[in-house]
């Protein structure tokens, strides 16, 4: 015991000897209760008044099964029943509670297991066990149960009983260094001879727990129930690790019962032996052997299998394929955009540079329109197709989920992931790239408009006028000009000026009468 508290007082002060039984919500302690030690078993009861928020309480019974009071004990036998939280954390007041509910249901549900021993703790995949002074604690929530966890009864191991195969493995699969100890030994040895069950094809039960290896000939063992082996369990906890997996656990279990059964040696004639006696000296040698089998079953398959896995390649290709060629056109459609903003700004700019007339209304509302109408479009577009490359990215996920678990993780990534990956950083980077150039193009097309109109009309303002004298000297009455629709009169002269027509004439040239 690590020290004096609480419970740990509790059971002190009641003296020797004290019978301890419990389970994991439950703990009934028997002793005597001197005069000399009343104090002391009242500052314990206080403090389980305390802690009844937390799920700790107490009380007190007589040897007739009555509940009593401390003011009424004198030097008796008592039973001190004690009721402690069950969910996160659990609670053993000693190693033989511990070990007696290692197989019970809630420890699934359990983070940490504390005990009242001395001893070096441990922790498993699924919980630790630390050494505990008896202080009242307060709960942790309860875990997760985890949705990728193997139960081997289902398609591995055939348990008649319905019992000997852990349902849970993990909780006897160590995790980091080994502990000592009393409690130590005895989690080790139950883990022993639960994590045996996993390396056979069936278990049942006769006269005792029985288990056979389904080779090429039938091998029968008695389970036994300690394994004398000092290394046995490093090897088990190896082989469970390597068996534990869910893409292929009935494939590696197989090569590896196969192995086991081929190398373990007939047992002499009229005698028995144990399974956990004789596979620490086989197994070693037969999981080198199996993991040598899975990589051949992996690598080198029969020929339909190699064809399926073709087809199978090819349609994961396919649908890669597919999403990459959406995203390119999803990434020219941007493009195609500042095409029409550039289109609808050529076409503008040629009928202002046509026209003499003024910035007017119509000019300035036929620009706000256009850029309205394809920042819109683009925008639309820009989001509807986010929308559904997201979708289909998602609906490949799912599909990939069953089927990229018969490829090889480096396969996956150069055939699936990698291209998909890239195409997706082209399609931002170029709706980015889009964005701005819209901003810039939106600025080019609105200063334009403003500013072609007033550079026409300032060029106009800046250009000299040109006169060209005609004088009719015929006396035929007025000299129409047809071709220029003026008409000059007998005996005038006329002006005109560029502002109504351009007319060319050289500077020496005098004036020479119009027939």
């Known amino acids: 015991m690590n020290s004096k508290k609480c419970l740990g007082s509790l059971i002190d002060s009641l003296g020797s000897p004290v019978n301890i039984r419990e389970t994991v919500e439950r703990i009934d302690i028997f002793g005597h209760v001197s005069s000399e030690n009343i104090s002391k078993v009242q500052a314990v009861i206080n403090e389980f008044s305390q802690m009844e928020s937390e799920g700790w309480a107490i009380s007190l019974y007589d040897g007739e099964s009555s509940e009593v009071s401390l003011d009424s004990i004198k030097d008796e036998d008592i039973t001190f029943i004690v009721l402690k939280p069950s969910v996160g954390r659990l609670f053993f007041a000693s190693s033989a509670g511990f070990n007696s509910s290692l197989d019970e249901e809630l420890l699934t549900r359990a983070s940490e297991i504390l005990v009242l021993d001395s001893f070096v703790g441990f922790k498993t995949q699924s919980f630790r066990v630390l050494p505990w002074d008896g202080e009242l604690l307060t709960s942790l929530p309860p875990t997760e149960p985890n949705s990728d966890a193997i139960d081997p009864r289902k398609g591995v191991v055939r348990d008649l009983t319905g019992q000997a195969v852990p349902a849970d493995p993990y909780r006897w699969i160590l995790v980091g260094a080994e502990g000592s100890g009393e409690t130590w030994n005895a989690w080790k040895n139950k883990a022993t001879k639960n994590l045996a ?228 950083k082209l399609y931002k980077k170029t709706a980015q790239f889009t964005k701005h150039g819209m901003w810039i193009a939106s600025f080019i097309f609105l200063a334009l408009f403003i500013a072609t109109p007033h550079v026409q009309q300032d060029a106009q303002h800046d250009t000299p006028q040109q006169e060209t004298k005609v004088k009719n000297t015929s006396g035929a009455g007025a000299l129409p000009l047809t071709s220029l629709g003026i008409e000059v009169k007998p005996g005038t002269e006329t002006k005109i000026t560029t502002d109504n027509y351009v007319i060319k004439k050289e500077e020496n040239e005098s004036e020479k009468p119009i027939k």
């Not at 081929?262 to 040698?285: F, M, N, Q």
């Not at 289909?392 to 998909?420: C, F, G, Q």
């Open 197 to 424: 069950t996993l390396l056979v094809s069936d278990v049942w039960k006769e006269d005792s727990l029985k288990v056979s290896l389904n080779g090429s000939r039938k091998r029968t063992f008695i389970l036994g129930d300690i394994c004398i082996e000092k290394n046995a369990y490093a090897q088990i906890c190896q082989a469970a690790e390597w068996l534990l997996v869910r893409q292929d656990i009935e494939a590696r279990h197989e090569v590896l019962v196969r192995r086991l059964a081929a190398i373990v040696r007939d047992p002499d004639t009229g005698t028995e032996v144990t399974w956990l006696s004789v596979l620490p000296s086989i197994l070693k040698e037969a999981l080198d052997g199996a993991r040598l089998d899975h990589r051949a079953y992996v690598r080198s398959k029969s020929a339909d299998t190699v064809k399926a896995m073709a087809e199978l390649r090819k349609a994961v290709g396919d649908d890669v394929s597919r999403i990459i060629d959406r995203v390119h056109r999803l990434s020219t459609s941007f493009v195609v955009g500042l095409a029409a903003l550039a289109t609808g700004l050529g076409v503008r700019l040629t009928l202002l540079t046509a026209k003499k007339n003024n910035w007017s209304t119509a000019g300035t509302l036929f620009c706000i329109v256009v850029l309205a109408i394809t920042w819109a479009s683009i925008i639309l577009q820009r989001h509807i197709s986010s929308k559904s490359l997201a979708n289909e990215l998602r609906h490949m996920r799912r599909w990939h989920k069953n089927v990229h678990i018969a490829l090889t993780r480096s396969d996956y990534k150069d055939l699936a992931l990698r291209p998909i990956l890239d195409a997706v």
